[in-house]
Nanobody
Framework: VQLQASGGGLVQAGGSLRLSCTISGRASRKYSMGWFRQAPGKEREFLTAIHASGSIFYADSVKGRFTISRDESTLFLQMNNLKPEDTAVYYC??????????????????????WGQGTQVTVSS
């Protein structure tokens, strides 16, 4: 499976951005799909995901501000009321196994094995 993230950019605090992640190849609803981010000097953070069962998870840091959704070929992340601390590189990922990436393990989820290249989000104060 191939993932391509886009939609990042520079926005003022309080603004909004919508990230997209096009998914091709072995795309299937039997895999969970989600968004992570990594700020400079910090560990990668698990933000939100749609489980293969359809249930949705949000980390406390984004609950109420971010909304995940998907259609047949694209995963979306609507980000509202952005804060400077949301500045990071945002990655989309699926639990599709891949020989090309080290899987990331999140408690309660199958390993996220396929990753997009990341898109930069910068929020100015």
């Amino acid at each position: 499976v191939q993932l391509q993230a886009s939609g990042g950019g520079l926005v003022q605090a309080g603004g909004s951005l919508r990230l997209s992640c096009t998914i091709s190849g072995r795309a299937s609803r039997k895999y969970s799909m989600g968004w992570f981010r990594q700020a400079p000097g910090k560990e990668r953070e698990f933000l939100t995901a749609i489980h293969a069962s359809g249930s949705i998870f949000y980390a406390d840091s984004v609950k109420g501000r971010f909304t995940i959704s998907r259609d047949e070929s694209t995963l979306f992340l609507q980000m509202n009321n952005l804060k400077p601390e949301d500045t990071a590189v945002y990655y989309c990922a699926t639990t599709t196994p891949s020989p090309n990436a080290t899987p990331v393990h999140v408690p309660g989820w199958d390993p996220f094995g396929s990753w997009g290249q990341g898109t930069q989000v910068t929020v100015s104060s």
